[in-house]
């Protein structure tokens, strides 16, 4: 894996993974929990906190200036 040296470059990344995570969890629902497979809710839930996770630090990427720091 290489290293991020744009920021531009890590905010893409983020929002890929955001959205990949996001095609994860409507695969989930509709093929396991609609079906009401075992333990489907669950496998749900977790995909969820993680898409929670990987949208929030896609934000707080996206919200940082090219000096590194927090806008103002």
Known sequence: MKKT???DELVFE???LVT???ALDDFVYD???????DHSEKLSGLITVIKQYAENHYTDIDDLNTFGGDEQ
């Open 14 to 16: 983020a929002g890929s």
């Open 20 to 22: 990949s995570i996001d």
């Open 5 to 7: 040296k744009d920021l």
């Open 31 to 37: 093929y396991f929990v609609n079906k009401n497979i």
